[in-house]
């Protein structure tokens, strides 16, 4: 590392907190050693009460950018001069793109989804899918998925804290994009199982099936999922969520959440760097 950095290394962010045990700083870090790209990515505690003074930080300091997460994904857009369409509807910003002296906003998680789904060669635009979750995930997939161009989303939550985002969500898409949404209590098993039904895909964007919801679904039973329906899950950890397990018990064809948080990253890293990320590499040092 000490003979990588020069005085010409440019500087890019991550402020979360808590953060330390955040894969991003490897993941990109060794992204570029690998391409030999002059740029170190560092982890900084940042929390909503020092969010204001980094980002005037990263513009004094001319960095290249930052991710951003938790406390200061819905909160950062205030201290931005511009926001990306996906990260106005979503309400949330996960880089910052410092573009010579204007920060632009952007939420990368959806892109990443959809990048993941292609790289898995599923195409979902122009058909309909039926996903549940309606926090931040969830939200970001939605609104990506609508604006990329799916046909026709049957969201689904319980009714927690969570629901009043997902009127919200569901109107902004329905009023600024082509994509017809509809939102339907979790709790309505048999309208979920019609949903997924008509569905070329089922996604779940919620944390059931990682700790403490380990090994627990809210899919009933077999019955709702068929062979050639798509199922996927933002949870990576494990890699095999019970519903990713009944799904391929079925025969469907699956993703895990591990190439949503890869090409979520790999996203940014472009806008940061105006590289690819080697994709291929990553996922040899990820998995
Ligand atoms: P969040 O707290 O913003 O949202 C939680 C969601 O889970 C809400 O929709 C809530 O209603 C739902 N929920 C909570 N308990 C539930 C239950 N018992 N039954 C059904 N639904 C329930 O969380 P988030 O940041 O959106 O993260 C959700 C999941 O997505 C986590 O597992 C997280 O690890 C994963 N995630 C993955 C990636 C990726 O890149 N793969 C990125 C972000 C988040």
Request: proline fraction near 3%; glycine fraction near 8%.
């Amino acid at each position: 590392m000490a003979e990588r950095i020069t005085g010409h290394t440019e500087l890019i962010g991550l402020m979360a907190y808590p953060i330390r045990h955040s894969s991003s700083p490897a993941m990109h870090n060794e992204a570029f050693a690998y391409l030999g790209l002059d740029y170190a990515y560092l982890a900084f505690e940042v929390d909503n009460d020092t969010l204001e003074d980094a980002v005037k930080g990263l513009r004094a300091l001319k960095m290249v950018g930052s991710n951003v997460s938790m406390p200061n994904k819905t909160v950062v857009h205030k201290y931005l001069d511009e926001l990306s369409p996906a990260a106005e509807l979503c309400g949330a910003v996960n880089t910052i793109v410092n573009d010579n002296g204007k920060l632009i906003g952007h939420i990368t998680d959806g892109i990443g989804y959809m990048k993941a789904l292609k790289d898995n060669d599923i195409d979902v635009i122009g058909k309909k899918m039926t996903i549940v979750g309606a926090g931040g995930a969830a939200t970001a997939i939605e609104v990506q998925a609508a604006l990329d161009g799916v046909a026709e989303m049957s969201i689904f939550n319980v009714r927690d804290k969570f629901w009043a985002n997902a009127e919200e969500t569901v109107k902004k898409i329905n009023e600024r994009t082509n994509c017809k949404v509809t939102l339907y209590d979790l709790a309505d098993l048999d309208k979920l199982k019609e949903e997924i039904a008509d569905s070329y895909l089922f996604a779940n964007a919620t944390g059931m099936g990682m700790k403490p919801l380990e090994g627990q679904t809210y899919i009933p039973d077999k019955s709702f999922f068929r062979p050639d329906l798509i199922v996927t899950d933002v949870v990576y950890a494990p890699r095999e969520t019970a519903m990713l397990k009944m799904a391929k018990e079925v025969g469907c064809k699956t993703m895990n959440g591990l190439g949503m948080m890869l090409f979520q990253g790999a996203a940014a890293f472009e806008m940061w760097t105006g590289k690819e990320m080697p994709i291929e590499h990553m996922k040899e040092v990820l998995d």
